[in-house]
């Protein structure tokens, strides 16, 4: 049997049902379901994150509607956001136009990221769901943080690392890219270069190896995201939570305001992972280095305005 409680957040270990049984609050490893959709799950974080991807669009929407020329108190602030994160960027890619081509991905996947963290440590928790369950009433939050799920951390880092791969196919080709693990180049150079360079016929073969491993890499880094983003946003709730069993008032506001802090760094760290994969995956390497040319180092037209 399931009831609709409003109970607040802070009651999270142990609160007294309606009859006087008790009603555990615990944070699992796992989201917990929701609603149901015929054979379709909906859990707490699948839930939040569909909120978190429509609050962004509609924000999206409110700010282009707003835009003007004459820009004014919130649109400027949100100028400098834009333009200090897009030469954050640039710092990565050394190219204006690579960055242009990133940046909406990367700023994307911050905000979606920023939002879940966020919804995550918001009061609101407090309300969902009490079930009966093999260990007596169990409460479900309906909003739990996206990033607190493994599976949407997982999601993220494939995005992150395929979405690399496939970005470097369009920029320098589907050869160029697969040589980057499959060297079959470096083989046949073997054939026409060992009279003039003995060593290649050592050099190569090493090559190719190194090669092969960074197909490993590949998946090193999907797990490498995926579980950083997930065990320090799952790690802040858990800490939320038994700050506020313990003492529900007045003690879990500094590490409230932590998470928030925690939620921002997270979410900058994997964009700008993001931003590095993207711009590996679209640098030839056999092609010798641009010179300072190429990297525009002058002064940049304003492109805040443009991307909002």
């Not at 649109?75 to 990133?102: H, P, Y």
């Not at 090193?220 to 529900?248: C, D, P, Q, T, W």
Request: proline share 4%; charged share 15%; with cysteine.
């Amino acid at each position: 049997m399931t009831q609709q409680v409003q109970q607040p957040a802070r009651n999270a270990s142990s609160i007294a049902g309606a009859g006087g049984e008790q009603i555990s609050r615990e944070t699992t490893l796992f989201a917990e379901p929701v609603f149901h959709f015929k054979d379709f799950t909906i859990t707490n974080a699948l839930f939040t994150s569909w909120i978190a991807v429509i609050v962004i669009i509609i924000l999206s929407f409110v700010l282009r509607s707003k835009l003007k020329e004459v820009p004014g108190k919130i649109q400027n602030l949100f100028e400098i956001i834009i333009e200090g994160a897009l030469s954050l960027c640039d710092q990565v890619t050394n190219d204006r136009a690579l960055s242009m081509k990133i940046f909406p991905i990367a700023i994307s996947v911050f905000f979606f990221i920023l939002v879940n963290n966020w919804f995550g440590i918001l009061p609101l928790g407090g309300f969902g769901l009490i079930e009966k369950g093999e260990n007596g009433l169990a409460f479900i939050p309906f909003l739990r943080g996206g990033t607190a799920d493994i599976n949407t951390t997982i999601a993220l880092a494939i995005l992150a690392v395929f979405g690399a791969n496939l970005f470097g196919i369009f920029s320098i080709g589907i050869w160029k890219t697969l040589n980057k693990y499959v060297n079959l180049k470096v083989l046949g150079s073997i054939f026409t270069k060992v009279r003039h360079e003995p060593t290649t016929i050592i050099v190569a073969p090493i090559t190719f190896f190194v090669g092969l491993i960074e197909i490993i890499g590949e998946f090193a880094k999907i797990a490498s995201l995926s579980f950083r983003l997930f065990g320090n946003v799952f790690a802040g709730e858990v800490l939320l939570v038994a700050m506020a069993a313990l003492v529900a008032y007045a003690v879990p506001i500094p590490f409230l305001f932590l998470e928030i802090l925690v939620g921002v760094i997270q979410a900058l760290i994997f964009s700008m992972l993001l931003v590095v994969y993207f711009t590996i995956g679209a640098t030839d390497h056999d092609e010798p280095a641009h010179n300072a040319s190429h990297s525009d180092s002058g002064r940049h037209e304003p492109v805040a305005f443009k991307i909002l």
